[in-house]
């Protein structure tokens, strides 16, 4: 049963960037799925950043685009984020979660890592 | 963007009650609907996807139904383990958007 883990700094400063890995355990990456990263703010609703193949293929939310980079590692089984320029409103906890490809190209996030809190503050 | 709006924000109920939450996309997708259940401090978990699949392992008191642009979740029979909040998401298009959330607690 594949199971995902988030890992990386909890709190960034303004202006900074913000790096999370999402390791991958009990599944290979390279399958029909997708894998991706969703955040919430404190006590809000959830935001679906982007998501990424294991062709390296990529899909960004465009209001995240132009700060965005998703990327992956198949040797080591894990995919990052970083989203650059950061401010307050980048806190959230940040969610790494595969994107079960489904028939009929029915998607769904059918497995979550537990979510890693990453504040933006001096 | 298709924007997704649940209703309602939240809702008040009893054990045995039958529960039901509604989810409106700005324009049809189809049966490109999915179901979540978060409780605090943890992650959303699948319920139901392509709008009236059970997830394997969800009870069957679970129910989605639906298709174009209105969609619900109905519980049967609401359980003491139920009270959390409950989020609708699209994936007919990118960017996947979600519901803003329905909070069901205890009466």
């Known amino acids: 049963q594949v199971q995902l883990q988030e890992s990386g700094p909890g709190l960034v400063k303004p202006s900074g960037t913000l790096s999370l890995t999402c390791d991958v355990s009990?599944?290979?990456?390279?399958?029909?799925?997708?894998w991706s990263w969703i955040r919430q703010p404190p006590g809000k609703g959830l935001e679906w950043i982007g998501d990424?193949?294991?062709?390296?293929?990529?899909n960004y939310n465009p209001s995240l685009k132009s700060r965005l980079t998703i990327s992956l590692d198949k040797s080591q089984n894990q995919f990052s984020l970083e989203l650059s320029s950061v401010t307050d409103a980048d806190t959230a906890v940040y969610y790494c979660?595969?994107?079960?490809?489904?028939?009929?190209?029915?998607?769904?996030?059918?497995?979550w890592g537990q979510g890693t809190l990453v504040t933006v503050s001096s | 963007d298709i924007q997704m709006t649940q209703s309602p924000s939240s809702l008040s109920a009893s054990v045995g009650d039958r529960v039901t939450i509604t989810c409106r996309a700005s324009q049809s997708i189809n049966s490109y609907l999915n179901w979540y259940q978060q409780k605090p401090g943890k992650a959303p978990k699948v319920l139901i996807y392509?709008?009236?699949s059970l997830q394997s392992g969800v009870p069957s008191r679970f129910r989605g139904s639906g298709s174009g642009t209105e969609f619900t979740l109905t519980i049967s029979s609401l359980q003491p383990e139920d009270f959390a909040t409950y989020f609708c998401q699209q994936s007919s298009s990118s960017p996947r958007t979600f519901g803003g959330g329905t909070k069901v607690e205890i009466k």
């Open positions: 009990g599944g290979s990456m390279i399958s029909t799925n997708w």
């Open positions: 979660a595969r994107n079960r490809f489904g028939s009929a190209s029915y998607r769904w996030f059918d497995t």
């Open positions: 392509a709008a009236s």
């Open positions: 990424i193949f294991y062709t390296e293929i990529t």
